[in-house]
């Protein structure tokens, strides 16, 4: 089983940064792609990176250019860099990742906790 720690969020000023870290550890074969979904209050939860094992990246339209995802594949964790931060961005920022348990395993997902980000203006 994978299991999933978030760090990072807070309250932040319009215009301010964060970064945001989700570390998975446990017992697994694989980690695969990681990424970050957020949920604004009634609203559905939405995609805003993900990145391959392999470092290919995926934003969402509203990020691009102010968020930046990344990883580092020996310590098995993901990060995104919030730039330029607005109201809107304002919502719980939850880590996903895919994983394997073994070699002849599909692939499961797995979600953390959730993390709050609160941008003022």
């Known amino acids: 089983q994978v299991q999933l720690v978030e760090s990072g969020g807070g309250l932040v000023q319009a215009g301010g940064s964060l970064r945001l870290s989700c570390a998975a550890s446990?017992?697994?074969?694989?980690?695969?792609?990681m990424g970050w979904y957020r949920q604004a209050p009634g609203k559905e939860r939405e995609l805003v990176a993900t990145i391959t094992s392999g470092g290919s990246t995926d934003y969402a339209d509203s990020v691009k250019g102010r968020f930046t995802i990344s990883r580092d594949n020996a310590k098995n964790t993901v990060y995104l860099q919030m730039n330029s931060l607005k109201p809107d961005d304002t919502a719980v920022y939850y880590c996903k990742t895919e994983w394997r348990r073994n070699s002849w395993s599909g692939t499961n997902n797995y979600w953390g906790q959730g993390t709050q980000v609160t941008v003022s203006t």
């Open positions: 446990g017992r697994f074969f694989s980690i695969n792609a």
